[in-house]
């Protein structure tokens, strides 16, 4: 595994935008390079260390779905090899952790799934039986499985931000006062929202992985059709939760960040910049828990 990125340094292409995890160059007027670094953000706050191979990890993750997931929606994807658009010297950042993807015009709103309730969506539930407007029996549990997974917008954070739940009429109008058949693009991302998750849930649970929830970003390009862009079903964008130490009535171990997260509300610290150091025995647990869901989902091992 290459040495942790923190932050990318590509000369030979103009810098685009920085993330909280990926740097973004123009590679030319339709396509996008997109590096992905080992930074990590929890409550909306880049950490100050990085997590060794997080970035090769979260890469190889997301292209696996978009692979395998391309029948449902057209993804990002343009299958130009990262090193072919940098120079020889700057070879070495994007290995293994960059994409060359097509420039398209991002849909203002997260598109949220949700099979479990966890999270924001927990807290939401307790306080009004309701997950961005999606009434819920009564009686569930932390971490019980939903009678159906639903779908649950959020609103993009601006830099120093949370993301804000919202329901999804609010989300369509923000579509739809952005872009051209934002509402019907609204719904069109819903449906494969949903489509996606039910897909990779299903194929998860016979690999030993509940997906929880997960994030989905979508663009449009010029002719106005939908893809799936940013990343797709990581330990970033999604809780794993080991299926064989599952249970309701607590946040159950996971694959992902949360297992940071948890240790972030034993700090007396805001969810404000700067974000706290963390532990080297922290940094290394998670950088396994990255590598072992994608060794678990691919039934492969990164070297």
């Not at 964008?237 to 599952?246: K, L, M, N, T």
Request: proline share 7%.
């Amino acid at each position: 595994m290459s040495q942790p990125l923190f932050q990318s340094s590509i000369a030979s292409l103009p810098l685009v935008g920085r993330g909280k995890v990926r740097d973004i160059y123009a590679v030319d007027d339709q396509r996008l390079l997109i590096v992905t670094s080992d930074r990590l953000s929890a409550f909306d706050v880049v950490l100050p260390d990085p997590i060794p191979g997080k970035g090769v990890v979260l890469t190889a993750m997301a292209c696996f779905w978009f692979e395998r997931l391309a029948h449902v929606i057209p993804n990002q994807l343009t299958g130009i090899a990262p090193e072919d658009v940098v120079t020889a010297g700057e070879r070495e950042q994007v290995a293994g952790r960059a994409l060359v993807v097509k420039r398209l015009r991002p849909l203002p709103i997260e598109a949220v799934v949700r099979g479990y309730l966890i999270g924001s969506g927990w807290k939401d539930y307790r306080e009004t039986g309701t997950v961005c407007g999606v009434a819920l029996p009564p009686g569930l549990r932390q971490a019980s499985r939903l009678p159906q997974p639903i779908f649950t917008p959020a609103t993009k954070a601006e830099a120093g931000d949370h993301d804000e739940n919202v329901s999804f009429d609010q989300a369509s109008a923000r579509c739809a006062a952005t872009l051209p058949n934002g509402a019907a693009l609204a719904a069109e991302a819903r449906d494969a929202a949903l489509s996606l998750y039910g897909e990779a849930s299903a194929y998860a649970s016979g690999r030993g992985i509940i997906i929880a929830d997960t994030k989905f970003e979508f663009g449009i390009d010029a002719h106005g059709t939908l893809h799936l862009i940013d990343e797709a079903l990581t330990p970033d964008s999604s809780r794993f939760w080991p299926a064989e130490s599952y249970r309701e009535g607590i946040s159950p171990p996971s694959f992902d960040k949360q297992y940071v997260r948890d240790y972030l509300e034993t700090l007396d610290w805001n969810k404000r910049a700067p974000g706290p150091k963390l532990p080297d025995e922290v940094i290394r647990a998670t950088a396994a828990k990255y590598a072992d869901a994608y060794a678990l989902l691919t039934g492969k091992r990164l070297s």
